[in-house]
């Protein structure tokens, strides 16, 4: 089946400083890769869409200037939490959509990156 | 807007039948999937209805109406395994389609 990896799966860090996580798509290509914060005992709350070659699209109140997202290749996307503050902990998982697919169900998800920011 | 509710919590015996319901009202609507996701992992795909009607897929079953906004997830001979948060997500159509997750619902099973 199609394998997505994030890296780290956890981190913690000081604030202020900058955090940056990778998504992969290890045996597929995906033109769309997503991104989720979800904080305890809560959903999943769509950040972002990425696509490779082009700028992500926000979703409403993700600030983009802080979470900066570069999809470089047709397998990786990064989500770059910049000067990171402890209210920015929390557990964030990507989805990558395979490009052959138009199916909703090629949608694979990543296993989460933990962020504790201290 | 978006808006999708679901129980938070349910608890069901071992063994036992369970149904969460979802109800949403969504703009572009494009499917409904139920996730099912353990504590501290990724979710993962149970189900997807896009017609009306009832999807089975072994102890799992998914059902849709789309003229009431509503679905269920009806699992069968539960398992201990099966605690866990369901998770009830509509597909939404636009410029880049996307999933919408609800809130989840947090089932316990009991021996």
Redesign the interface.
């Known amino acids: 089946g199609a394998v997505v990896s994030q890296h780290p799966s956890r981190v913690i860090c000081k604030s202020g400083t900058s955090v940056k996580i990778e998504c992969r798509s290890l045996d597929f290509q995906a033109t ?1 890769m ?1 991104w ?1 914060r979800q904080f305890p ?6 950040m972002a ?1 990425s ?1 490779e070659g082009s700028k992500a ?1 926000y979703e409403q109140g993700v600030e983009k200037d802080k979470f900066l997202i570069n999809h470089a290749s047709l397998t990786l996307s990064t989500l770059t939490v910049t000067s990171a503050h402890p209210e920015d902990s929390s ?1 964030y ?1 990507c989805s990558a959509r395979d490009r052959r697919g138009g199916s ?2 090629t ?1 694979y ?4 990156t ?1 962020l504790l920011v201290l | 807007g978006q808006n999708i509710d679901q129980p938070t919590e349910m608890t069901a015996t071992e063994g036992a039948i369970v149904q969460i319901n979802c109800t949403y009202q969504t703009s572009g609507f494009n499917g409904l999937f139920w996730y099912q996701q353990h504590a501290g992992e990724a979710p993962t795909f149970l189900s997807y209805n896009v017609l009306d009607g009832l999807e089975e897929k072994g102890r799992f079953s998914s059902f849709l109406s789309r003229s009431k906004g509503y679905s269920y997830l009806l699992l069968k001979e539960l398992q201990m395994k099966d605690s866990a948060s369901y998770l009830c997500a509509v597909g939404v159509s636009g410029g880049y389609n996307k999933l919408i997750f609800g809130a989840g619902t947090r089932l316990a099973v009991h021996p």
């Open positions: 769309t997503f989720y005992k809560q959903s999943l709350m769509l869409t696509n699209t557990f998982i909703w169900e949608q998800f990543g296993p989460g933990r």
